[in-house]
T-cell receptor
Framework: AQTVTQSQPEMSVQEAETVTLSCTYD???????LFWYKQPPSRQMILVIR??????QNATENRFSVNFQKAAKSFSLKISDSQLGDAAMYFC??????????FGGGTRLMVKP | DTAVSQTPKYLVTQMGNDKSIKCEQN?????MYWYKQDSKKFLKIMFS???????INETVPNRFSPKSPDKAHLNLHINSLELGDSAVYFC?????????????????FGPGTRLTVL
């Protein structure tokens, strides 16, 4: 069975600063994909970034980047130049057979003006 | 245009009733999914479905059943509703035809349906 763990239930960051959200996972698959989804108060699930496990290069999307450590089974999300609109729940997810996602418990990010 | 839509957005009903939640995607995707998000925000897969294969999470009670009239729709039927069924239900879709292998495709989510069972 796959597991995804987010050890930080809540994080806060000052506007314009950088924050890192942690995620660890476990899977028996040799090839898999990892995702970070954002859920604002509107509850819409929005894809932030994805990483293919076979790629050594860390994915980046504008202010969002990941630190993917395959051997350690770690997949953290770094948000640079934090903005008020970044405040949301962030979910780490791992896909498995049937492309069904296993989610972590989420991290609530607060951004202070 | 909305890519993945769900109706209704809110559903309040009594214990023991039978209800359905509808999902439609206009992305031309092959596979659709249902997820449940409980009161602690924990998200869990319920079903993965394409026109060839239904994969059911073994923890889902058989009171829950997906129904797909066509490739663009996957509705969720719930019989004999219980208090513990109260949650937000998300529909999602992806391009990949799915199946038992690991897929490459990103899933796109609908806005969610908040179900409250009284």
């Amino acid at each position: 069975a796959q597991t995804v763990t987010q050890s930080q239930p809540e994080m806060s960051v000052q506007e314009a600063e950088t924050v890192t959200l942690s995620c660890t996972y476990d899977t028996s698959e040799s090839d898999y994909y990892l995702f970070w989804y954002k859920q604002p108060p509107s509850r819409q699930m929005i894809l932030v970034i994805r990483q293919e496990a076979y790629k050594q290069q860390n994915a980046t999307e504008n202010r969002f980047s990941v630190n993917f450590q395959k051997a350690a089974k770690s997949f953290s999300l770094k948000i640079s130049d934090s903005q008020l609109g970044d405040a949301a729940m962030y979910f780490c997810a791992l896909n498995g057979a049937g492309n069904m996602l296993t989610f972590g418990g989420g991290t609530r990010l607060m951004v202070k003006p | 245009d909305t890519a993945v839509s769900q109706t209704p957005k809110y559903l309040v009903t009594q214990m023991g009733n039978d209800k359905s939640i509808k999902c439609e995607q206009n992305l031309g995707h092959d596979t659709m999914y249902w997820y449940k998000q409980d009161s602690k925000k924990f998200l869990k897969i319920m079903f993965s479905y394409n026109n060839k294969e239904l994969i059911i999470n073994e923890t889902v009670p058989n009171r829950f059943s997906p129904k797909s009239p066509d490739k663009a729709h996957l509705n969720l039927h719930i019989n004999s509703l219980e208090l513990g069924d109260s949650a937000v239900y998300f529909c999602a879709s992806s391009q990949d035809p799915g199946g038992t292998s690991v897929s490459t495709d990103t899933q796109y989510f609908g806005p969610g349906t908040r179900l409250t069972v009284l």
